[in-house]
């Protein structure tokens, strides 16, 4: 252990770029030759041989010129915090199997279901990731809607979010056995927040054709834009004709904490459940996410008992009544570690800070000369841009700043156009890295294909 820490400490003195932008053809020739049915002869020649095969062409999200997706440098005390989980390898299905670690993961639940504005009538559970959050969700909302309409009805069974909500929605209502157009994408406006108008046309239109609003799903910080979906108003078109409404806040929840931002998710408290991602905005290890919900009941529709695990009978707080997992790790020790050492409140502002720093670059793109901002600043801390030239070019200047490593842009569509991305999740980047990294793509741009 104390190996591991000198040499991951070393590691992140001496990172200075992303990555080594190595095809997976290169990356891939040294594991090819090793036998892993002939082991090294000691631990010192097995991490020695890790720095080839992972250590080496990993990818550093603490680097401050890694740009690209919802990944983040993490903190600390949840770092050391995985170090009891993988040690101690609690699992919290059951009371028996976790004690203290039960208490500790209600506790930050508890706190969470707070911060959103629920009462006391609510829960919530970890999960593995908004994915499995939002596939809870959903199937919560299927029971409730097939207890009132009869399974009879699952076809006609529909769910309505933006056309720039996360994929794994549609991937849940597949699980879910929900019809292939059980997904309704409704249209958004010029910020890429859901449009109320439309949204409320196509609950009339499904309502009137017989189909049955399963859920409502709002936004709280898209994956591609950062923006917010109107909660209020689409919390009001939910209650008046969905059986649900869903906040998947994946992306936003770290402005649960934030002192400056906390007004731009006015209106969670009044979804049926909420999603959110400690592993995106609360510098969380992955994985580490919640599902939550208004009325804690509803959990139940999970509970299965098991004469040899968590018998009707039992009167231990077994978690594994609420999870769609079984053996599950102890995710909440590393939140419950960083509340009680550095705080929610400065988890907010690393948070703030990330969302200003996309401000001030936003600013500058728009004053670029040769830049292109593509839609209005974002409300989190995304920005979509382009570079002189058309899609093609968008592409290529991606791919020679991932190859040479020194940098690391995402890529998205936006009305039907190819786009830049950054996601900007580092409180420790600066204006001028990611200024640095942008002149580099513009210089991609000129010296032409390589
Ligand atoms: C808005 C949103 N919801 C859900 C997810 C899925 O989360 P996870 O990757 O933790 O499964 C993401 C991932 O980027 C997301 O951006």
Known sequence: MHTVVNDIARRFTQVRQPGTGRTPEQVSQVHEAIDLDRPLDDV????????????????WFHDPKYLAHLNCPVVIPAVAAEAFNAAINTSVDTWDQSAGATHIEQRVIDWTCGRIGYDSRSDGVFT??????????????????????????IGDFRIFTSELSHFSLVKAARILGLGADAVVAVSSDERQRMD???????????TDEGKIPMAVIATAGTTDFGSIDPLYEVAELAEAYAGHFHVDAAYGC?????????????????????TVDFHKSFFQPVSSSALLVKEGRQLGHVTYYADYLNPESSAEPNLVDKSLQTTRRFDALKLWLTLRTMGADAIGRLFDDVCDLADEVWTR??????????????????????VPGDDETQRRVRRELAADGSGAVAATTYQ?????????????????DVMGVLDRLVTNVYQGPR
Request: proline letters at 4%; one cysteine or more.
């Open 254 to 274: 770290g402005l649960l904490v934030s002192p400056q931002r906390r007004h731009s998710i006015g209106g969670i408290e009044r979804a049926d459940s909420v």
């Open 44 to 59: 010192a020649a097995a991490l020695e041989e890790l720095h080839d095969v992972y250590l080496n062409d990993a990818v």
């Open 416 to 432: 039907g156009k190819q786009v830049l991305k950054l996601t900007l999740l580092n409180p420790l980047t600066r204006v001028d």
């Open 365 to 386: 793109v728009e004053a670029h000369p040769t830049l292109e901002t593509v839609t209005p600043a974002s409300e989190l801390s995304t920005l979509v841009f382009r």
């Open 128 to 153: 593995s990731g908004g994915t499995q959050s939002n596939l809870q969700a959903l199937f919560l909302a299927r029971e409730e809607a097939q207890r009132r309409w009869g399974m009879a009805r």
């Open 196 to 206: 109320p108008t439309a949204l409320k046309e196509c609950l009339v239109e499904a």
